[in-house]
């Protein structure tokens, strides 16, 4: 891919921010460019009613400017009901930039893009997402101070503290399943192998727990076979093996109407981003009797990390924090069970709820 072209037109299609499905009450979304470096980023604020809007920068090489409006908006949204529901004092946003992380990223573009974050006067506060690693966010901190993860902000890599959430989460839901939060004899299939889902799986071998894994590197899945004395099959195949926990760590919308009837465990509950293909997917898990952890409750441990570290690498309150992920999610069990809901619509009425409440 070539350097985005400087004067290609930001359109939609005919289509603006306010038309567009996923818009929801967005409260500010912005179209950035610059001349000299070809950045072409959207950045979104959704709802800033608990505070400033926290939420990472993306890069991808979306096909169509519409393609990455979609993304903005969904994913600010997103972050909103994530922030809310870790008990944040923070609202939702997010930025794309559209450009191809591997060809196009450069010091200059990452500058150009905190200057733009620096004009939005900190309603939003940038982190870094896919595309986007530590250093490309010390650039951004060149010409903002409105940004998280950077070595004078942050406790460096946020990916444990996503881990140890998803950990927690999981103890969660087999003590609602099953009356204990004990991983002695359970066995766990691990999709993606990532920095997360592998130390996830690293941390359930720890407590006892049987390993299946899956990625689509295969040198991860050497290693895991190796060192965790996990039983390695296909990604294709995760979702579909005989264990008591589901734990997708990979891939959004890995849950739809192809996958969730071949479903065999009684938990999913994993760290990706976005795991339901379609609402009605969480419905269908409901009614085959399989307890799903909603994805932003349980992998919130990273913004939570990113949200409240302080400088001198002091993370007792962001470990406190992350931990309770596992009490949040039993509270959103137990009123799903109590009310007839599925876990996703619980999880989505108390970030309402608290929203609602700030708005007061």
């Known amino acids: 891919m070539n350097a985005p072209s400087r004067t290609a037109p930001i359109s939609t299609q005919g289509m603006t921010a306010f038309d567009h499905p996923e818009f929801s009450g967005h409260e500010q979304v912005v179209f950035a460019h610059d001349r000299e470096t070809g950045l072409r980023a959207i950045l979104c604020v959704h709802d800033s009613r608990l505070g400033p809007a926290l939420g990472g920068c993306r890069i991808w090489p979306y096909a169509t400017t519409e393609d990455a409006l979609r993304d903005a908006l969904r994913l600010s949204r997103g972050m909103t009901y994530k922030n809310a529901l870790a008990g944040l004092d923070l609202g939702g946003g997010k930025a794309v930039i559209i450009a191809d992380p591997r060809k196009d990223k ?71 399943v099953n009356g204990t939060d004990s991983l ?31 990625d689509i590197h295969q040198p991860a899945v050497d290693r895991a076979v190796a060192e965790l004395e996990a039983v390695a099959v296909s990604p294709a195949e995760a979702h579909a093996v005989e264990a008591d926990v589901y734990a997708p ?37 409901k009614d085959r009797g399989i307890l799903y952890a909603p994805d932003y409750a349980i992998n919130a441990g990273g913004v939570i990390s990113i949200a409240l570290a302080t400088p001198g690498g002091d993370d007792a309150l962001v470990r406190e924090k992350t931990l309770a992920i596992g009490t949040t999610l039993t509270r959103i069990f137990q009123r799903a069970e109590a009310e007839g809901l599925t876990p996703e619509t619980v999880a989505d009425r108390l970030a309402e709820e608290r929203l609602a409440a700030a708005g007061k």
């Open 106 to 176: 450069t010091p200059a573009l990452m500058r150009a893009f905190g200057r733009h974050v620096a004009r939005m006067n900190g309603s939003y506060i940038t982190a870094e997402d896919v595309g986007v690693s530590a250093e490309d966010m010390e650039d951004v901190a060149r010409e903002t101070a409105h940004v998280r993860g950077t070595r004078a902000t942050g406790l460096g890599d946020p990916s444990p503290y996503t881990a140890l959430g998803v950990f927690a989460g999981i103890r969660a839901a087999l003590a609602h």
């Open 184 to 214: 002695s004899g359970c066995t766990v299939s691990v999709q993606g192998l990532g920095h997360v889902g592998f130390d996830v799986a690293r941390q359930l071998k720890a407590a006892g727990a049987r390993l299946i894994v899956s």
């Open 249 to 285: 760590c990979a891939l959004g919308a890995v849950l739809n109407a192809v996958t969730i009837p071949q479903i065999k465990a009684k938990i999913v509950a994993g760290a990706a981003n976005n795991q339901l293909a379609t609402p009605a997917d969480g419905q269908a898990l």
